[in-house]
């Protein structure tokens, strides 16, 4: 089974600051994981993806993660916050395989202040 | 190429009334999952769809929840005799039939149902 932990359920950085958002995962078989992000009242837009294919993973709005296997994480990083990342933000794991469902971590919302 | 729809946005229900909850996945797409994203927490997986067959349910609560994808039309998910506790925003995502490849699921605007 799979699972992800996110560290802080809130993070409040200042415009301009760097973001850092904390997932850790657990899986019995090599993961794949995400990032999305929600913001208030719509559905879930994906931020990135790894699968395997390299560890330091760049999405969109220049968002980047990079999946440690020896530390189990996989932390989203943003050089520098502007205003319109207030959102919240979801990582998910997916094992490989037949199961395709994502597991995701209970989020963590972060507020850019000016 | 439209999005995820799915309608109503809003749906609000007295208890013990029945909730119809409708999907329509992108264009080409053939699978589809259902979330449930209780208030203050994260997408719980419910169940997995492909074309007239459920694949995975393991997430489904065990009575009154259904979940069908017809061959033609939308995928539904249904609540008989609504509760309080089934008040949540539910979430379907869709992705395409791709071998070999992790496909991305694409998310739409959810459905938020309130129990009065």
């Known amino acids: 089974a799979q699972s992800v932990t996110q560290l802080g359920s809130h993070v409040s950085v200042s415009e301009g600051a760097l973001v850092l958002l904390r997932c850790n995962y657990s899986?019995?078989?090599?993961?794949?994981l995400f990032w999305y992000v929600q913001y208030p009242n719509q559905g879930l837009q994906l931020l990135l993806k790894y699968t395997s294919a390299a560890t330091l993973v760049k999405g969109i709005n220049g968002f980047e993660a990079e999946f440690k296997k020896s530390e189990t994480s996989f932390h989203l990083t943003k050089p520098s916050a502007h205003m319109s990342d207030a959102a919240e933000y979801f990582c998910?794991?997916?094992?490989?395989?037949?199961?395709?469902?994502?597991?995701f971590g209970s989020g963590t919302q972060l507020t850019v202040l000016p | 190429n439209a999005g995820v729809m799915q309608n109503p946005r809003h749906l609000v229900r007295r208890r013990g009334q029945e909730a119809r909850l409708r999907c329509s996945p992108m264009?080409?797409?053939?699978?589809v999952y259902w979330y449930r994203q209780l208030p203050e927490e994260g997408l719980k997986f419910m169940v997995y769809?492909?074309?007239?067959?459920?694949?995975?349910e393991s997430g489904m609560p065990k009575e009154r929840f259904s979940a069908e994808f017809p061959k033609e039309g939308p995928s539904i998910l249904r609540i008989q005799q609504v509760v309080r506790g089934d008040s949540a925003a539910y979430f379907c995502a869709s992705s395409p039939q791709k071998a070999g490849a992790v496909d991305e699921q694409f998310f739409g605007p959810g459905t938020r149902l309130t129990v009065l």
């Open positions: 899986s019995s078989v090599p993961p794949y």
């Open positions: 264009k080409g797409h053939s699978h």
């Open positions: 998910a794991v997916r094992g490989s395989g037949s199961a395709r469902q994502l597991t």
């Open positions: 769809l492909q074309k007239e067959n459920i694949i995975d």
